[in-house]
C-alpha cells in the first residue's frame, strides 16, 4: 500500500531567482577588485555601456539594454570577465522577461568560459546557484540537483536554505530518501546555528517520512508542527498517523479534541467523529454529534448517516429517537441495496416499543422492498406483531410462510402450535361465557 499524504507542494519554498540589482551590487564589489586581479578587470567602454545598459533595465526598456550589450559583444578584445558579465547581464533580462530558458541559456554562457582562473569566483559560483534554481523553474530537476549540489560543494559552510532547495528538486523527482536526507540536514544545520526552522521544512519532512511509509517518525514530526503551527490540518495529521499505527486511544484523543475547538466543520469529519465514539463505546455522544449535525445541516441528509443516527440511538437504548432516523433512512429516494432490511429495523422498533400496529405495517413494506437477508425472519416478526392485535387469522398465514425458511422453521412452527392453542383457548373461554350468558 502506497500512502499517500493529502500535502500541497506547490509554494512551500519559493525561488528566491537574483534580481537585476544584484548585478550592480557585483559589479560594485569587483571593481574594487580591479587592482588587484587582472581577470576582473573592466575598461571603461564596456563600463560605460553597462551603466548604460542598467539604467535602461531599471526603466524595463529591455531593447535598449538588449542593443547595449550586443555592441559590447561586437567589440573587439573583450577579456574573459568582460564577457562573462556580459552573459550574466543577457541572464538577468531574461529572467525579468520570464523567459527562463533563454536566461540559463545565458548563465551556462558565463560558466562555459572558464572557472575561477578564468572569471572571479564569486561571480562563477553565483551562477552555478541561480542555474540550479531557473532548472527547478523550468521544471528539469535533474539538472536542478546537478548544480545544487555543485553549489554546496563550493561552499564553505551552505547555509540551510541551500539544502532545501536541493530536497525540493529531489521531491519532484519522487527520490524520497535523498529528499528526507536533504531536509534533515537542513533542519540540523538551522538548529546548530539558532535559526528559526520554518514550517514548510517540517512539512517538507513529514511528507518524505509519510511517502518511505515511515509513520512512526511521520508521527513524531506531526506532533512538533502541532505543538508549534496549531492548525486543523495538523490535528487531522495527527489522528490519521495514529490510525495508520493503529493507536486507536490517542487518533479518538486527537480527534475529539478538533470536535471542542470547533474545528470539525465538514459533514464526513463529523461523521467520522461519531464513527469513533461509536467505537470507544459512547453511543450517546455518537447520537448527539449526529443529531445535531443532521439538524443544522453540516452533516449531509444521506440515507447512510440517518442509518448511523439510528444505529447510535439503538445503542445508547432511545429507541423512540431512533424511529425518525429509520424512517428517513429506509424512506430515501436513494438507491438503496439493502432498503429492505431499513423497514426491517424499522419494524422491530416499533415491536420493542410496543408499537404493534406500526410493526406489521413495516414489516409488510419490508417484504414488498426485499433484498432481505432473512425474508422468513420478516414474516416472524410481522406474525408476532399480528398475533399481538389478536389479528390471528393473518399472523397464522405469516407464520405459514416463515415456516418454509429453513432459518425460521422451527421457531414458526413453535409459534403455530402456540397460535392453535391459543385460539383453542379463547374460543373454550368464549363457549363458557356465553353458558352465563356473559
Known sequence: MKA????????LLGLALLAPAGFAQAQEGEEEEQQTRRT?????RVHRRFSRAQEALELEDYATAEALLQEITELRGLTPYERAQTNNFYGFIHIEKEDYQSAIRSFLGVIEIGGPGEIPEGLYNQTIRTLSQLYMQVENYPQAVVFARRWIESQVSPVPKDYMLLAMAY??????????????????????????????????????????????????????????WPKKQYWMQLQGLYSIVEDEANQFAAFWSCYDQGLLDRSNELVTMAQLFML?????????????????????????????????WQLAREDRKALDPLRKAAESEEDVE??????????????????????????????????????GRTYMLLGQCLFEQNEFDEAGDAFTRAARDSDTRRTATQWQNYLRREVKRRSDLEARLAQYGA
Not at 450517546?284 to 443529531?291: G, M, R, S
Request: negative net charge; hydrophobic residues 40%; proline residues 1%.
Open 4 to 11: 499517500r499524504f493529502n500535502i500541497i507542494f506547490a509554494g
Open 338 to 375: 439493502d432498503k429492505g432490511e431499513l423497514y426491517m429495523r424499522l419494524a422491530e422498533t416499533y415491536n420493542a416499543l410496543g408499537d404493534y400496529d406500526d410493526c406489521a405495517s413495516t414489516a409488510r413494506q419490508a417484504i414488498r422492498a426485499g433484498e432481505l437477508k432473512s425474508e
Open 40 to 44: 576582473e578587470a573592466m575598461s571603461e
Open 171 to 228: 521531491f519532484q523527482m519522487e527520490d524520497w530518501r535523498n529528499a528526507l536526507e536533504n531536509v534533515q540536514i537542513a533542519i540540523e544545520r538551522a538548529q546548530q546555528t539558532g535559526m528559526e526552522v520554518e514550517e514548510n521544512w517540517w512539512r517538507y519532512l513529514l511528507a518524505a517520512h509519510w511517502e518511505l511509509e515511515e509513520f512512526p517518525e511521520a508521527l513524531e514530526v506531526s506532533k512538533t508542527l502541532l505543538t508549534n
Open 280 to 312: 470507544a463505546e459512547v453511543p450517546y455522544k455518537a447520537a448527539v454529534v449526529l443529531q445535531e449535525g443532521l439538524d443544522s445541516g453540516e452533516i449531509e441528509e444521506t440515507a447512510v448517516n440517518y442509518r448511523y443516527l439510528a444505529q447510535a
